[in-house]
């Protein structure tokens, strides 16, 4: 911290004795370290806090950082999603049709099919009706009796 040499420390001690005395220079010697002590402690505990406080910016930045990365992506899934959904719409919409559906209808909608679509068409037993079914093989019985 401060470059002093034997030779100042030894000045000092002769002008504190010169000064205060013999009897005096004890306990001042004691005040003077005492009241270092506690600037050094003051300085130390500042330059913690100091520290604690840039690393919690450091962290805001980048919990900022990736909320706007999530939100670009949750935006770039809505509009794929709202993508996927216009084809659905007619091209031109004319004046004396009702307004738009908004865009969580149409997502409604767009869902709505894809699970009529998906739940319809199982297999081709599922479409035929339950009197027009294939007649089970031979192979069908020997599997279904294991």
Same mark, same amino acid.
Do not use: C, H
């Given at each position: 911290?401060?470059?002093?040499?034997?030779?100042?420390?030894?000045?000092i001690?002769?002008?504190?004795?010169?000064v205060l005395?013999?009897?005096?220079?004890?306990?001042?010697a004691?005040?003077?370290?005492?009241?270092?002590g506690?600037?050094k402690?003051?300085?130390s505990?500042?330059?913690?806090?100091?520290?604690?406080?840039?690393?919690?910016e450091?962290?805001r930045?980048?919990?900022?950082e990736?909320?706007?990365?999530?939100?670009?992506?949750?935006r770039?899934?809505?509009?794929?999603?709202e993508?996927l959904a216009?084809p659905d719409?007619p091209?031109?919409?004319?004046?004396d049709?009702?307004?738009?559906?908004?865009?969580?209808?149409?997502? /409604?909608d767009?869902?709505?099919?894809a699970?009529?679509?998906?739940?319809?068409?199982q297999g081709?037993? /599922?479409?035929?009706?339950p /009197?027009?079914?294939?007649?089970?093989?031979?192979?069908?019985?020997?599997?279904?009796?294991r």
């Amino acid at each position: 911290m401060f470059d002093i040499g034997f030779l100042e420390l030894m000045f000092i001690g002769v002008v504190g004795l010169l000064v205060l005395g013999p009897e005096r220079l004890p306990k001042a010697a004691r005040t003077a370290g005492l009241w270092i002590g506690k600037i050094k402690r003051t300085v130390s505990g500042m330059q913690r806090e100091i520290s604690a406080q840039l690393e919690a910016e450091e962290l805001r930045q980048k919990l900022n950082e990736q909320q706007k990365k999530l939100d670009e992506s949750v935006r770039q899934v809505q509009r794929d999603v709202e993508s996927l959904a216009e084809p659905d719409r007619p091209a031109e919409s004319k004046p004396d049709q009702a307004p738009a559906p908004s865009a969580e209808q149409r997502l /409604d909608d767009a869902l709505a099919r894809a699970r009529r679509d998906g739940a319809g068409s199982q297999g081709p037993a /599922d479409d035929a009706r339950p /009197d027009e079914r294939p007649e089970p093989t031979a192979a069908d019985k020997d599997a279904s009796s294991r």
